[in-house]
């Protein structure tokens, strides 16, 4: 038989489909609506929208959970002249669903376009090298969805890959870049945009006096869209990966699925959220989670050395920070891009993640810094101090391992 003229074997066409290096994050965009509102108005605000000045307490109530937030301002698709031709987003006992989902339907894809545009921009490359697409929300329940809308606004090919996440919650954007480097690594070639995108109008409502506690919601979630690129084997001299992604892992905390929870009603989106519960979780287990994920890729900690890496963290609630802060015993500064997305844009939910990814880009772009190793709450990184590439803002960028 003429070895020439054979076949190849499954294992070596497998081979071939596969890149070579791991998955990198290329280029990362952010956005947010128009409409933006200060904490310290956001009381005053939201009880004239909801048209519930007579109740004095529960606005007190609303001053107390913002001031606890330290956010300073947050951006929201709904205005007040969007409210006022919605009254049943108002009362939980008014179904409202529809009205709601067909205006996400129709802002979630500019919004997610906003950022995905920004991040093709700085990629590089033209839209239709894209290859994959993720989109992850809390805010929509169409089909077709946000993604195939999103590939229409940014020219993407048809034959791009589409994969939808919804009600993920603020896991989405960790989901999102785990699944993107699966795609990224398993396809040679393939150019993946993730893009996570929330809008609050699903959930927007009144207060109500018999659950005073519903309040925390509106005081800490925001609007807002996030997107990255992630590719493996970079082409240079137009790509620079900004992070390697070496390794993810997820870890589900046994009886915890009703410390948070959320469903679509008649009345939108609902849920609760049990902060006395959930903000000590975290801290009571992330040492050993950081631990079990570091374990399988050969690096041993004693608990000691967490100040040698840098940290990606979604900041779902300050009190949740404090208490990883306290329980890895960080340095001071530790979580500063986190505490800073808190700060200027609240919880946009899945979209968060890739803000904080952002803004912890451009610190140590700034600082010239480079680390060991980031963590955040799914996705495993390091940092190379080798640069790849032109110059990024007049500065080299930092290549980052996921």
Request: glycine share 8%.
């Amino acid at each position: 038989m003429d070895s020439s003229n054979s076949l190849p074997s499954v294992r070596e066409i497998r081979r071939s489909q596969r890149a070579d290096g791991p998955a990198a994050i290329l280029a990362i965009g952010t956005a947010n609506p128009p409409n933006c509102v200060s904490h310290e108005e956001f009381p005053d605000y939201y009880f004239r929208v909801t048209k519930s000045q007579h109740l004095t307490d529960l606005k007190n109530q609303l001053k107390s959970f913002c001031e606890m937030t330290t956010t300073v301002r947050r951006y929201f698709h709904h205005t007040e002249e969007l409210l006022d031709a919605h009254p049943e987003f108002l009362c939980r006992d008014k179904p409202s669903l529809d009205a709601r989902l067909d205006i996400a339907a129709a802002a979630a894809p500019e919004l997610a376009a906003s950022a995905a545009a920004k991040a093709i921009a700085k990629w590089g490359r033209p839209a239709t090298h894209i290859t994959h697409l993720i989109v992850s929300t809390n805010s929509g329940a169409h089909a077709p969805g946000v993604d195939l809308r999103l590939a229409s606004l940014l020219g993407l090919g048809a034959s791009v890959c589409r994969t939808m996440l919804n009600l993920n919650g603020c896991s989405a954007g960790a989901a999102s870049l785990r699944l993107a480097k699966d795609l990224a690594e398993n396809n040679g070639g393939a150019r993946v945009l993730v893009a996570c995108v929330e809008l609050t109008v699903v959930a927007f409502r009144g207060p109500e006096e018999d659950c005073p506690n519903r309040l925390i919601s509106q005081a800490v979630f925001g609007d807002g869209a996030g997107a990255v690129i992630v590719g493996a084997d970079t082409v240079h001299p137009v790509e620079h990966a900004l992070f390697e992604m070496v390794s993810v892992s997820q870890t589900t905390i046994p009886a915890t699925d009703g410390v948070l929870n959320m469903q679509l009603t008649e009345a939108g989106l609902d849920g609760h959220i049990f902060t006395k519960e959930l903000i000590p979780l975290a801290a009571r287990h992330i040492e050993q989670c950081l631990t079990d994920a570091f374990q399988p890729l050969g690096i041993k900690s004693d608990g000691t050395k967490w100040n040698d890496m840098f940290f990606v963290v979604h900041p779902g609630l300050r009190g949740i920070m404090d208490h990883i802060d306290r329980a890895l015993r960080l340095d001071p500064g530790k979580l500063a891009a986190s505490h800073a997305v808190l700060r200027e844009y609240g919880n946009m939910l899945g979209a968060t993640l890739i803000f904080v990814l952002d803004e912890q880009r451009r610190r140590m772009e700034e600082d010239g810094e480079t680390g060991e190793w980031w963590c955040d709450d799914g996705i495993w990184t390091g940092v190379h101090g080798r640069d790849h590439g032109a110059p990024c803002g007049g500065q080299q960028p930092a290549q980052q391992k996921l």
